[in-house]
């Protein structure tokens, strides 16, 4: 599993590392290169998916850049960690061990990291704390050409009075969002989180790759020139 971390290079766009992700998710696809981490921490954006309802934009001020994720509206912006996990699956592609995968690694890094009393919620997508609910992780995933995009927003410090304003985020209006340091867990950033959030999702995601295009990926790096 091949990790790019651009948390170094600061905030970025999302069109920048939108275009980013889509020309790994090509060459993985295709079997260029092998199965991708992206990590990165976004300037203040919302983004809309594919099941976003015009009531879930609350302020007709806000822009909102339309995305092929499945979910509603969310935000991302500074005390946000995402990470893209673009890796070529094995057929038969089953969506839902792909899904619960990835929502198994930030499970288990909060609960067993961090001590935080996360879960699941029957039919609603992502990783919460309850009574009430909370999100704290959302997860919005896409398969195409048998690889996947986009993935996983865990806000670590997120400000709860600029983040998320002017939507109903998730499209969900009975339930709230949180953040890790809204739950207590202080002296946090946003970079303390990659390390285990690594190691659980390349130990969860690598026994779903396809060996064929794992195989392929390789091969073709090793045969690229080396320059001392």
């Not at 935080?116 to 909370?134: C, F, K, S, T, Y």
């Amino acid at each position: 599993m091949r990790i790019l971390n651009e948390l170094d290079n600061g905030l970025q766009s999302y069109a920048t590392m939108d275009q980013r992700q889509r020309e790994i998710h090509r060459a993985v696809s295709e079997g260029r290169e092998e199965s991708t981490l992206l990590i990165w921490q976004a300037e203040s954006t919302y983004t809309a998916g594919r099941n976003t309802k015009a009531v879930d934009i609350i302020s007709d001020e806000i822009p909102v850049i339309e995305t092929d994720r499945a979910g509603s509206v969310t935000w991302h912006g500074p005390g946000q960690l995402i990470v893209y996990p673009i890796v070529k699956l094995a057929e038969p592609i089953d969506t839902l061990r792909y899904i619960r995968s990835v929502e198994a690694s930030v499970l288990t890094v909060l609960g067993e990291h961090y001590d935080l009393p996360v879960e699941r919620i029957q039919d609603r997508a992502g990783v919460w704390l309850r009574n009430p609910d909370r999100k704290i992780s959302a997860i919005g995933l896409k398969i195409s050409r048998g690889a996947t995009m986009h993935g996983i927003s865990l806000n670590v410090t997120t400000d709860p009075n600029t983040s998320f304003t002017g939507i109903i985020p998730c499209g969900i209006s009975d339930a709230t969002v949180t953040s890790m340091a809204e739950e207590g867990v202080t002296d946090l950033a946003v970079a303390d989180l990659v390390d285990p959030l690594v190691a659980e999702l390349t130990e969860r995601l690598t026994p779903l790759i396809d060996p064929v295009y794992a195989a392929t990926a390789e091969t073709q790096q090793s045969l690229q020139p080396h320059h001392s």
